[in-house]
């Protein structure tokens, strides 16, 4: 697992609609499990937030 955090500046203007941080304990790294893949494996459970 890579512990490193994504820090990324789109431009130089520092907007902070261009500036994005994740840390790499964010939730944001869990994406949705498809619901055929849910649907087919009753042991999977989607993940939060989805």
Do not use: D
């Not at 697992?1 to 994005?20: E, L, V």
């Amino acid at each position: 697992m890579n512990k490193s955090p994504i820090n990324r500046c789109a431009s130089n203007t520092g907007s902070p609609s261009t500036i994005c941080s994740l840390p790499s304990n964010s939730k944001g790294w869990a994406w949705p499990i498809p619901f055929n893949e849910t649907n087919v494996n009753p042991n999977l459970k989607q993940n939060e937030g989805y």
